[in-house]
């Protein structure tokens, strides 16, 4: 899937405005740090700005080209978390938002050991068990009433998952936790403009009058349980880790 990066940061900049938090659990000291996922590069930016040296990566052009207009003189690159490739690891592999996107995490953390110096830090927050489950839920069945199969895009874990798989690549936890996070979308179309961007490449499989009906019948679907009077809520539930490679 292409992203929309003037469409992210438009509609959707709650995602890095929530991972700002992430930044207080940095070390105090500067830093080498790889941002996993970096998006528009807002965190990749504030981090520079406390200090640290910050490389910010992504999958798409589109959102580095952004960053790179945003934060000129900035260190970003396009490049796939699970390829990418260093001669002198990081202090700090770092992530907002970004890891849910990857299905493969045994490999990605067979990846991060290769990336991260002894000693260093993992800080990363992304989608725990159940996150948005009404709204993937209504989407879902939605488009099965079409005769299309949904194949989820996203690795959603328990901390009860991810612990050994942690632990079994070489990383000593230090926090794990999962947490709901009800998460505003904004105004009347928040709830169309999150479908558009996260089932994007569902929605261009089929015609615009599908399109349209999926919409409408998921916001249908959810109005009781998601519409808050003047804005869509989302049931995001998150999972955030601290650990340290031994």
């Given at each position: 899937?292409?992203?929309?990066?003037?469409?992210?940061?438009?509609?959707?900049?709650?995602?890095?405005?929530?991972?700002?938090?992430?930044?207080?659990?940095?070390?105090?000291?500067?830093?080498?740090?790889?941002?996993?996922?970096?998006g528009t590069g807002e965190l990749s930016h504030q981090m520079t700005e406390l200090g640290h040296q910050v490389l910010g990566i992504d999958a798409s052009p589109n959102m580095i080209q952004q960053a790179q207009a945003q934060f000129p003189g900035e260190n970003f690159?396009?490049?796939?978390?699970?390829?990418?490739?260093?001669?002198?690891?990081?202090?700090?592999?770092?992530?907002?938002?970004?890891?849910?996107?990857?299905?493969?995490?045994?490999?990605?953390?067979?990846?991060?050991?290769?990336?991260?110096?002894?000693?260093?830090?993992?800080?990363?927050?992304?989608?725990?068990?159940?996150?948005?489950?009404?709204?993937?839920?209504?989407?879902?069945?939605?488009?099965?009433?079409?005769?299309?199969?949904?194949?989820?895009?996203?690795?959603?874990?328990?901390?009860?998952?991810?612990?050994?798989?942690?632990?079994?690549?070489?990383?000593?936890?230090?926090?794990?936790?999962?947490?709901?996070?009800?998460?505003?979308?904004?105004?009347?179309?928040?709830?169309?403009?999150?479908?558009?961007?996260?089932?994007?490449?569902?929605?261009?499989?089929?015609?615009?009058?599908?399109?349209?009906?999926?919409?409408?019948?998921?916001?249908?679907?959810?109005?009781?349980?998601?519409?808050?009077?003047?804005?869509?809520?989302?049931?995001?539930?998150?999972?955030?880790?601290?650990?340290?490679?031994?």
């Amino acid at each position: 899937m292409e992203w929309n990066a003037q469409n992210y940061q438009k509609n959707h900049d709650f995602v890095f405005q929530y991972g700002a938090d992430l930044l207080e659990l940095l070390p105090k000291s500067s830093m080498k740090i790889l941002d996993v996922g970096c998006g528009t590069g807002e965190l990749s930016h504030q981090m520079t700005e406390l200090g640290h040296q910050v490389l910010g990566i992504d999958a798409s052009p589109n959102m580095i080209q952004q960053a790179q207009a945003q934060f000129p003189g900035e260190n970003f690159q396009v490049a796939n978390a699970l390829t990418f490739e260093t001669s002198q690891p990081y202090d700090v592999l770092f992530s907002n938002a970004a890891l849910h996107w990857i299905t493969d995490h045994e490999k990605l953390l067979s990846q991060f050991q290769r990336l991260v110096n002894v000693e260093g830090l993992l800080i990363c927050e992304f989608g725990g068990a159940g996150n948005v489950r009404k709204l993937t839920s209504a989407f879902q069945a939605e488009l099965e009433k079409l005769g299309k199969n949904y194949q989820s895009p996203f690795y959603f874990p328990s901390c009860k998952q991810y612990q050994p798989m942690l632990e079994a690549h070489g990383f000593h936890v230090h926090l794990l936790q999962e947490y709901d996070r009800p998460t505003p979308l904004k105004g009347s179309e928040g709830l169309r403009n999150w479908l558009k961007q996260f089932f994007a490449s569902d929605l261009a499989a089929l015609s615009e009058v599908e399109q349209e009906r999926i919409l409408s019948e998921v916001e249908a679907t959810l109005e009781d349980s998601c519409w808050k009077e003047t804005y869509w809520e989302a049931d995001y539930h998150r999972i955030r880790i601290v650990a340290e490679k031994k």
